[in-house]
DNA sequence: TTGGAATGTCAACAAAGCTGACATAAACTG
DNA sequence: CAGTTTATGTCAGCTTTGTTGACATTCCAA
């Protein structure tokens, strides 16, 4: 289109570049959580619960403390969240071996199919997403999404990346 | 791993790699919003107040309904946010010309000036991201964020980029 | 002139974040 | 062992931002 030859590093980011950028990930993100938001608007639950047992079923027997960093809210906030899960029998949270004071969460089977069925949604349209756009883009996808990341949050994320290798 | 046999414009769309896409989105969704948060803070204004004062200042004398649309939330919503700023003196809201129903909304000097400093801040987090990413993955980005959007929201947001040639 | 569109407003409510305070049990430390 | 820190839970109250529903006003257009 328009950059590149001497300053392909600079031309590129021009305010109206950047404020695309911006846009783009407003709307994206917007499509990005329709899909499981709609299947919980029926339900007693919302965006919270979804991040909640997305997060627990990445890495099953995940602390409340540990769960608190990765989605970055008050515990008291987490707890509310936790609390509705756990006495709707869809996560378990059992006293820790090592530690006592810890929790483990873990996902019930009903967990698991609620799990699944929001995720079943959301991959979807990221499958249709990373198909139409291409394996490159895919790529440049996740560099320019990690490099926007606060260092700690880039430090979780890739801890997953590694975790569930 | 299961699949498959067809490729590798399959190969790279396994579960995994399609959830590390959705925790990518979801970490940099933090990352994005952060700096303008940390600044509304400690005003009066939130969230919302940056998004709507954003897309005013991108097409000045849009219409309420037109907002709306863009920002897709009622008209209830977005009115308690629009009064805020008017009464404050960062919007004005002035009757249609053609139709004296509409509401041609602009930025007054001090909304452009607040407008400024939120997009200032979120544009520097932009320009690092793309800048540590370079052209090819930023082209990517905006390939897979466009995919990922609803089709309606993706005609608003090809829209506002002819719109500001 | 009447119907419908665009807008504004009131009331009530819900989801999900926040702070502050306090309780309990377990683990660690000196 | 005593005292402190850590992990978790909980109560109360507040804020932001979304929602519905009802209703008024204005005014274009058939």
Redesign the pocket.
Known sequence: MQDSHSGESLLFLTDEQLRQGIEAMFFAYRGFTADPDRI?AGM????????AVHFIARAPGT??????AI?????????????TL?EDGLVE?K??R???????LFLTDEGAALERKLSDAQRARMRRAFRDAGPEAVSGFRQVLEAMMDSDQRRRYQALREGSK
């Open positions: 919980l007693a639950y919302g965006r919270a619960h979804h991040r602390t409340v403390n540990n769960l608190l989605l970055g809210v008050t515990k008291q906030s987490l707890n509310r969240v936790l609390r756990v949270a006293i820790g090592t530690d006592k004071r810890e929790r483990n």
